[in-house]
């Protein structure tokens, strides 16, 4: 296999690409494998999606599956890895978990999954586990399986790093040509949500070029880095919530609500159906609430309107800069 | 000691046991009403819109029983990925955030955490009784928990077959009441003989051909009948027997025991092939027993599940094509505080009626044209 033209694995442009595609791209690279990604969302890619998963799942999970419907013809292999926790305490989104059998049993035309399971909770390291898992599953030796995971490692690494300088990733992520997309204002907005949701711009109507117009910087769950989330726990003393994407949103919300003096209001940005986010967008709206500081959900649905969705946040602007004029005056 | 007021979820029968274990333990228990209309509008005005029908329900409850003085609520937690074992918190959170004042105490699975559960236990047993004492209590309010699921299995087994419409049913209140009137365990058995034996005299015709239904999905709403719009009893008068995949004693042996029993070893098997990994709520649960009711010739499937339930979704996805390869009718219910009880029984009616057709073609392919016998009919 290694002697044939690369083989091409298939990796969605969406759910964990925003979060791990620096290790996978390392990865398949240093194998020598080609990575293709499905294109930016469009809207024939939410279409299909809608048409193709089930009616009662969230929109990220339609996302997915339109991403998929657009990869699914074109490559070798189709990369949807179970990861099942990284950390050591939280999991993900059960939906992440019964990812790739959500697929295989709903479209009949693919090409093999690569379905390998991460789980650092079992293993020391789960990640250097399934990375050498696959590359002697797909023919390599360990030693090369280890320096792929090595290379993703280094890539990851860079990605975070750059993450928490404030770049952002907007519908590509790139390590070597990273977009600073935010502008540095007084003004301070927190949006916060599933980095799905945060960096692609068709999901959520380029809503960050909005507020780049609008000279308010943005600060994203992600410019937050692990180790000092980690000292944030969020809700009640008794528990953390138990997803990972949940809890990096609630507790850079916390980081941000303690170490950010001058911010104006906070943004969360959740997707029609999502089941975790309940939980997560009440806590957060009454924290927030309790601390003065204006709050706004915006619910994301694939009928949501550019026009509905930029004027909510437009009028959200205009209240935060009338009440700090009117604190100014007094 | 002032004696404290507590209270608890309400669902299905079994508030009763709860509640005698909690006036055993010198608690004065405030009842939690079976939630109706007004219970589910109290939840949904202050639950976030997209929680779930469960989460609304428990929340209008607490609302409900809150202003009449409450010290404590007793509720159970879970360790996920399922959102369910943060609901308490929530809860607490919201109901604080309205000026109630109260302490939640969340019972997390022993499994978990041996010693939080024992701290826990201690912290509710605040009048000091001896583990001797607390063991036979719960010991007896086990048996009534029993008692009360095997008089609804019962029930469930004659309800498609009663020769009269309705008369089930309403045997069925009379009977529950002796259960629940029992005290020792002594009592209880006798009150789980004669509850059974009366039901037992309910005017059945047991040769009537009834098709088979399996039940799975998620805990709340299988067990709560007043969250799935009385289903199974629906079920029933279509002519309809229906086996539930979850009880209480099943699903808290199966969460309590160390070593897990052989069914749910089972389940879990059956459900590996398409399903390997444990998702956090019923979803695994919902995927094995179809394939065990497929294989123990039932005629069909319904999945309960509350709108936004996210095992379940994922349980749904994959039961399609379980669905399809095995030619095995599944129903998904989707549930919220927009469903209605008509819509629902139209398209319960339509589906049994689909099981019905199926089973009587098998039938007669059996019969090889052979012709059935009269004793045929679908009430
Ligand atoms: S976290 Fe929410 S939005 Fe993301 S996949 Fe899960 S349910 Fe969907």
Redesign the interface.
Known sequence: MVNMAAPTVGIARTLNYYAYFPFWSGYFDTLGLKTILSPPTTKEILDQGVKD??A???LP?KLFFGHIASLKKKVDYLFIP?I?NLNKKT?????F??LP??IK??YDDLPPIIDI?VDNRTFHDGLLIASLKLATKLGFSKLKGVKAYQEGLKRQQLYENLLAKGYLPINEVNVKKPKHFSVKSPFKIALLGYPYLVYDNYINFKVLEFFNQNEVQILTAEQVPLAVRKQYAP??N??R???TFSDRVLSSFQYYLKNVPDLKGIIHLTA????????V???ME?DAGERQIPYLTL?IDEHTGEAGLLTRVEAFLDMIKRKTRSEVSQ | MKTLRITFPYMGNYVHAFRGLLEDLGYEVVMPVKPSKRTLDLGVKYA?????LP?KIVLGTYLETLPKGVDRIVTSGG?????A??YA??H???LK?LGYQFEMI?LEPPLVDLKGFYKTVQHLNYKNYSLWYIYKTIKRNWRKIKALDTVEQKALFLRPRELTKGSVSARYKEVLQYIINAYSEKEIAEAEYEALKELEKVPVDLNRLVVKVGMVGEIYVLLEPSSNFEIEETIGHLGAEVKRSMFLTGWTRDNTMPGKSEDLLSVKDAAKP????????H?QDSIGNAILYIKQGFDGLIQL?P?????E??A???L???SQENNFPILTF?LDEQTGKAGMETRLEAFIDLLKRKKLHKLEKAEKGGKLNGTLSWN
């Open positions: 998963a089930l009662e799942a969230c999970i179970r099942v999991v993900y989104c059960p939906k978990l019964g059998d959500m049993y709903s399971r809700f009640t008794k528990k919530v138990f997803w029609f159906g999502c089941g975790p986010d309940f939980i967008d009440r806590i009454i619910t | 976030p819109e997209f929680s779930c989460y360790v996920g990925p399922c959102r074992g943060l918190s929530l607490e959170k919201i955030k969340v398409y399903l390997p990994e444990l998702i956090g709520g979803g599940a709108f936004t339930c996210i095992p979704i994922v749904r996805t994959i399609t094509r379980i989707f």
